[in-house]
C-alpha cells in the first residue's frame, strides 16, 4: 500500500546540460526526462507515473506555465506536484507560477544542497499523499461492501413486516410513517387478524441501526411465536411472555449479557363489541374523539432487565365508530428542528394530531410525513420514526 521506491521524477527541460545535472545530482532517483512540453505531457500519463515533475519554465514552443495547466486539467495528472525551474525569482513570475498550480520553485543557477531538500521535501508529501488515497480507497471499499450488506439486511426486514395489503385489509382506513434512521430500524410494527378481532403490535427497541435490528427481528419472530403457537392474544400476556423469553436468551450462568429490550404498545381491539384491551411498556397510545386527545398509559418498565418485574397491566378501552386511534415511537417527537432547532416534543406532537385528527386518514400521513421533513430541515435525523394511525369502524 505504499509509494514503492525509487521515486520517479521527470525532468523537463529544453537543455541538455541542466537535465544532465539535475540527474546526477538526483541519482538516488530514478530520473526520465523531456525536452519539450509536448513529450512532458506524454511522459506524465505513463504507466508508472512520476511521483514529481522538474518543469522549466522558459522553452520553446509551450512554455513551463502552459504545461503546468494542461498537467493540472488533466484527472490523470493533477495530483502530480510541479516544481518550477527557472531563474526569474520576482514577484509576478512566483505568483504567476503557484496560481497554475506550481507547489515549489528552484531558482537558476542549482544550489545542489537546496535542490536535494526541495526534491526530497516534494517526494515526502507525495508518498504520504499517495498512501493516504490508498487507505481512504480502502475504507471506501469497506464502506461500500457494509452499506451493500445493509440494504440487503434492509430487504429482509422490510420482508419480514406485515405486507401493506394485509395491513389495508385488517386496519382499513389508516396511514403508516415508518422511518429507519440507519438504513434498518430498531422500531417495528405487526398487525394480526384473530378471528373477528385485530392484533396490532407497535414496538421501539433498544439501539438504532444494526444493534436496534437484530433486537427487532427477534422481537418480531418471538412474538409471532408466543400469538401463533401459544395462542395468546390478551397484550399483557404477550408483554410478560416476551419479556420472560428475552430475560432468559440474554442471562447465562446467572449474569445479564445483555440489558437491551424494547418499548411496545400491544392493542387486542374486538369491533364486535367496541372495546379495545391495550397493554404498554413504556409506551402510550393517543386517542381523538370529538376533538378531545385521550392519552392511555402503559407500565413504567421496558419489556427486558430491569428493577421492577411485576405483571404488565391489561386495559379495557371502550371505543366508538370514527375514533382515530394513534400509535407511534418516540423518534418524531424527539426530532431536533423548527426554527429554535429544538425537540419537538409530545404536547407539540399531540397539537400536531389534533390539527389534523379530521382528516382522512391517507391526508394525515401526507400531511404529518411533510411537517416532520419540514421541522428536520438540515437536521440529521436523530431517531427511527414509526407513527400508524388508524380511523376505528365498529362492526355492530
Known sequence: ?????????????????????????????????????????????????????????????????????????????????????TSQSNPESLVRGFEVGAADFIVKPFNLDVLKARVANQLKFKKIADNNSLYLKSIEAIYDTITDSLYYAQQIQQATLPHKDYVNYVLGEHFLIYKPRDIVSGDFYLVHQIDDKILLVVADCTGHGVPGALMSMMSMALINEIINIEKKEMPCQILDQLRSIIIKTFTNDGNNLVSDGLDAAIVLIDPNNDIMEYGGANSSIYLIRDGELIEFKGDRMPVGIYPTQTPFSNYKINLQDGDAIYFFTDGYADQFGGEANRKMMLGHFKDLLLSHHKENMKEQGALLNAYFSDWMGRNEQVDDILLLGFRYKSSK
Open 1 to 85: 500500500m505504499f509509494t514503492p521506491d525509487p521515486q520517479k521524477i521527470l525532468i523537463v527541460d529544453d537543455s541538455m546540460a541542466n537535465i544532465l545535472a539535475l540527474k546526477e545530482a538526483l541519482n538516488q532517483y530514478e530520473c526520465v526526462a523531456a525536452t519539450s512540453g509536448g513529450n512532458a505531457l506524454f511522459l506524465a500519463k505513463d504507466k508508472k507515473q512520476p511521483d514529481l515533475i522538474l518543469l522549466d519554465i522558459v522553452m520553446k514552443g509551450m512554455d513551463g506555465y502552459q504545461v503546468c495547466v494542461k498537467l493540472k486539467q488533466d484527472k490523470t495528472t493533477k495530483d502530480i506536484p510541479v516544481v518550477f525551474l
